[in-house]
């Protein structure tokens, strides 16, 4: 199975202009998404297809990379925005997420 | 407005069966096909099953092949998930969720704990 690598956490100041990674174990080309998980809440999906923004999600979340490197960047960060993020690969069967990444507010 | 409503969780014991239904609406059903994904207490999302549109193709984790039964009725707008041979590691949060370039609406899920 493709393994999908993150940081445990990250702790960043309202403003500020955060990036969460996610590495592949084998590429995934374009086929990554991203997920913001608030506590007691379904995931959202944030982005798609690595870089496309999902309708209705604000601007300042934007997406990148390709094969097995991939970026979710938040510029600026808001306090509303802690959350978990997680990652997830459409590439190979079987479809697997990251562990998921805890953003924290400082 | 999509939701996706999940129905039919609760406390099992080891080895024993249970059904959940996920009831669709907002959407034409029937254009799009379907998942089950869960979520263990604290821990991370874990693919269980995908059905298509058609029910044409079916697929499951390695760790629920067998003992899982993934369906769906498109004249009744739902999407179910026969569970049996129930453990302890299946106990978790159970999302439908609606399947495109990513995984686009969620429902709220439905709690599965598998304990004696």
């Known amino acids: ?106 | 407005e999509v939701q996706l409503v999940e129905s039919g969780g609760g406390l099992v014991q080891p080895g024993r069966s249970l059904k959940l239904s996920c009831v669709a609406s907002g959407f034409t059903f029937s254009n799009y096909g379907m998942n089950w994904i869960r979520q263990a207490p604290g821990k991370g999302l874990e693919w269980v099953a995908y059905i298509s549109s058609g029910s044409s193709y079916i697929y499951y984790a390695e760790t629920v092949k067998g003992r899982f039964t993934i369906s769906r009725d498109n004249a009744k707008n739902t999407l179910y998930l026969q569970m049996t041979s129930l453990r302890s590691e299946d106990t978790a949060l159970y999302y439908c969720a609606r399947h495109r370039a990513g995984y686009n609406y969620w429902g709220q899920g439905v709690m599965v704990t598998v304990s004696s």
Not at chain 1, 32 to 45: A, E, F, I
Not at chain 1, 74 to 102: H, L, M, R
């Open chain 1, 1 to 106: 199975d493709t393994v999908l690598t993150q940081s445990p956490a990250l702790a960043v100041s309202p403003g500020e202009r955060v990036t969460i990674s996610c590495r592949a174990s084998e590429s995934v080309s374009t086929g990554m998404h991203w997920y913001q998980q608030k506590p007691g809440q379904q995931p959202k999906l944030l982005i798609y297809g690595a870089s496309n923004l999902e309708s209705g999600v604000p601007a300042r979340f934007s997406g990148s990379g390709s094969g097995t490197d991939f970026t979710l960047t938040i510029d600026p960060v808001e306090a509303d925005d802690t959350a978990t993020y997680f990652c997830q690969q459409s590439w190979n069967d079987p479809y697997t997420f990251g562990a998921g990444t805890k953003l924290e507010l400082k």
